[in-house]
């Protein structure tokens, strides 16, 4: 299973949005509605933002929000805070008992 | 709310062999899939392998098929994974995760798994 793609980076000043990206194929991503995101702190595990697409687990931030289109999920982090720089996964359910994680995007607060 | 806690991880020679360990706590551990994601150092996120919650099936990524070997005892709430012939490439820190749903809910801490001569 090949890793669904992510950009390498994306940055953005406090209070501004940014988007990630997460383009998979018609087997992941777009083949089911279970599309999942995590925030990944150097040396912490690894925390669930997003599940089944855009629903967000409790005490996650509004700011978060997620999205699909076709092959292509989207994570939104709006009104960026310092404490979101991290970097974020998406993953995609992909039958049986498997996902299959994206590259990784690093979110820098400028 | 459920918490998991790997151990087993250290410093291992290429080809040795190595079992990781998960216990599980605070919920119906035979309910859920279990399963064992790793991180290579400056390498993102990789399912290695999963497992059902009646053990009945298992899943293993293409890079440790016929190397590891996955299992669970539930009447241990204990999730394992025995790994052999380890390559410089399996270096890596080695997460469990489950969830209730299609999604990855719980995390342990992660443990350190280092293949050197």
């Known amino acids: 299973q090949s890793a669904l793609t992510q950009p390498r980076s994306v940055s953005g000043s406090p209070g501004q949005s940014v988007t990630i990206s997460c383009t998979g194929t018609s087997s992941y991503v777009g083949g089911y509605n279970y599309v999942s995101w995590y925030q990944h702190h150097p040396g912490k595990a690894p925390k669930l933002m997003i599940y089944d697409v855009s629903k967000r687990p409790s005490g996650v931030p509004d700011r978060f929000s997620g999205s699909k289109s076709g092959n292509t999920a989207s994570l939104t982090i709006s009104g960026l805070q310092a404490e979101d720089e991290a970097d974020y996964y998406c993953c995609s359910y992909a039958g049986g008992y498997t996902f299959v994680f994206g590259t990784g995007t690093k979110v820098t607060v400028l | 709310e459920v918490q998991l806690v790997e151990s087993g991880g250290g410093l291992v020679q290429p080809g040795g062999s190595l079992r990781l360990s998960c216990a599980a706590s605070?919920?119906?551990?035979?309910?859920?899939?279990l399963h064992w994601v790793r991180q290579a150092p400056g390498k993102g996120l990789e399912l290695v392998s999963a497992?059902?919650?009646?053990?009945?099936?298992?899943y293993y990524a293409n890079s440790v098929k016929g190397r590891f070997t996955i299992s669970r005892d539930n009447s241990k709430n204990m999730l394992y994974l025995q790994m052999g012939s380890l390559r410089g490439e399996d270096m890596a820190v080695y997460y469990c995760?489950?969830?209730?749903?299609?999604?990855?809910?719980?995390w342990g801490q992660g443990t350190l798994v280092t293949v050197s001569s």
């Open positions: 605070g919920g119906t551990f035979s309910t859920y899939g």
């Open positions: 497992i059902s919650g009646d053990g009945a099936i298992t």
């Open positions: 995760a489950s969830g209730p749903e299609f999604a990855y809910t719980w």
